[in-house]
């Protein structure tokens, strides 16, 4: 592998990070402007299951992903964004 292409991963594995981390910034937001978002009790409720959630996406997708034995759920393929879209493998 040449530098160029190293650096262009590297780039575009940054590019990624940052719009995953632009995703979770907005889903916390979600959290914050939920109508059942009534006391501190109820936020901490939400950001745990939000944390737990991504915990576990997280571990699906990178420690437990074998790709000789792919998974075969939805959410493989099809991921809900914070803004009520979907994104696919190929977006």
Sequence with gaps: MSCGSLEAWQESANEV???????IEALGELVEDAPFNEDDQTAAEGYRHLARFL???I????????????????SRTRWPRSDGTTRTAST
């Design 55 to 57: 915990s576990s996406m």
């Design 17 to 23: 990070w940052k719009e995953f981390a632009r995703e």
């Design 59 to 74: 571990a699906t997708e990178t420690d437990h992903n074998d790709p000789d034995y792919p998974h075969s759920c939805a």
